[in-house]
């Protein structure tokens, strides 16, 4: 520490021998912490990173208690998570293993100066170059100098360690920014997609598409699984930049508009509902913090949640659980779709919302979302095909690629892959559509 300095270069003045060899050993102790760096560093980075493994795993073992339980594979029967523990039991063990070993080695050389300091003096006295007093000072002052020392060699394993927690933040300082213009006016909602690419980690997901979605009508995405159709929504809402190519939204890029702009012109229904451990009226004014209390019910009723609502002990103000505990698949939906129509925003987008809904509540939907797309850019990720038969334009999406587009009796008549994949889905529901 600068005080252990101060200290030195003022004994210095009274016999530089005794000074040296207080400190002598300083050098050998930071040489020790040095070459000890790159190994705690090594552990501290395998730490962490076992850490943030159980932390994920525990989070899945939570979010699928039910599966476990229903399976009979929890406690250490759920090897993955016991495996992940045990990872990082080992990991801790290495990692406070060879910090004690750096810090009581480092620590010990620099003690080792004290005794330097006694067999010099003696014999600096011996010889009659040093008086007793100096030397009883000498042995004082080195006995009390080394704790500040000690103290920061002590927590010089914990500082490399949080400097491999500043790294992953520095990493995440270092992602670019997503900005754009605030203050933009769309001249229309029609959405063109032109030469678009893109990937996740070195995979394309989207390959060379281009497609125009027009203002006011209602595009459906269908394709097989892992085809691109989510990928696309998802880049037209930049919650994702593209690699190359653009989107733009009446002519504008959005590239160059605020996300949270434009956001303001979207509204979303997810097939994974997500609602808050909250009233009713509050988690349907998420689509629009400013709207009355009037407003909110109209969007409800709309969304065919007013005979939802009027059957809960305290209506309006039921706490419905943690994430619609308290609600059905198709209750949560209604709830979904009604702050969507409450944001009254131009473009809407859903993925599929009657994918995996019983036939009462698809029909409530159905209506729900009739509401809701009226009259709006509609763009619409479908699994049941039958609920796209009356979409202005059908886009097959094929490894990332348009296969095809039409509307439904045009792609029928092709006999292309979307009569395929219907024909699939027909013989597997067995239903005459």
Request: charged letters at 20%; proline letters at 2%; one cysteine or more.
């Amino acid at each position: 520490s600068i005080s252990s300095l101060i200290t030195c270069c003022l004994l210095a003045f009274y016999d530089w021998r005794m000074a040296g060899a207080i400190f002598c050993t300083l050098p050998i102790s930071i040489i020790i912490v040095v070459i000890g760096k790159r190994l705690e560093q090594k552990f501290g980075e395998k730490h962490v990173q076992a850490k943030l493994i159980v932390s994920d795993e525990v989070q899945e073992y939570l979010d699928g208690i039910k599966i476990i339980k229903g399976y009979g594979i929890s406690g250490k029967k759920f090897q993955r998570l016991d495996k992940a523990l045990k990872k990082m039991m080992w990991a801790s063990i290495k990692f406070e293993g060879i910090g004690g070993i750096i810090v009581t080695l480092s620590t010990m050389t620099l003690q080792v100066g004290l005794g330097i300091v006694v067999l010099l003096g003696v014999s600096l006295m011996v010889s009659g170059s040093l008086n007793p007093i100096t030397f009883i000072a000498f042995v004082i002052i080195s006995s009390r100098i080394y704790s500040p020392l000690i103290s920061i060699l002590t927590l010089l394993p914990e500082l490399f360690y949080m400097l491999v927690s500043i790294d992953r933040m520095r990493s995440l300082q270092s992602e670019s920014i997503m900005e754009g213009k605030e203050d933009v006016t769309f001249a229309n909602h029609t959405i063109n997609i032109d030469h678009v690419n893109f990937s996740y980690n070195q995979i394309n997901v989207i390959n060379n598409l281009s497609c125009t979605i027009p203002e006011g009508k209602m595009t459906a995405l269908v394709g097989p699984s892992g085809s691109g159709k989510s990928t696309l929504l998802q880049l037209i809402a930049r919650f994702w930049d593209v690699n190359s190519g653009r989107i733009t939204i009446g002519n504008l890029d959005i590239k160059q508009i605020d996300p949270e702009t434009l956001m303001h012109s979207m509204a979303f229904v997810f097939q994974q509902v997500v609602l808050f451990d909250d009233t009713i009226m509050n988690n349907i004014r998420i689509g629009r913090h400013n709207a009355s209390d009037e407003e909110v019910k109209l969007a409800a009723k709309i969304a065919r949640c007013d005979e939802l609502i009027a059957r809960l002990p305290d209506g309006w103000n039921t706490l419905i659980g943690e994430n619609g505990s308290k609600l059905s698949g198709g209750e949560r939906q209604r709830i979904s779709i009604a702050r969507a129509l409450l944001k009254n925003a131009p473009i809407i987008l859903l993925d599929e919302a009657t994918a995996s809904l019983d036939p009462e509540n698809e029909i409530y939907i159905q209506e729900a979302i009739a509401s809701l797309v009226k009259d709006r850019t509609v763009i619409v990720i479908a699994h049941r095909l039958k609920t796209i038969i009356g979409a202005d334009n059908i886009i097959v999406l094929d490894k990332g690629s348009i296969a095809e587009q039409g509307n439904y009796q045009d792609l029928m008549n092709n006999n292309g892959l979307f009569t395929k994949l219907y024909s699939f889905q027909k013989q597997a529901l067995s239903v005459n559509y």
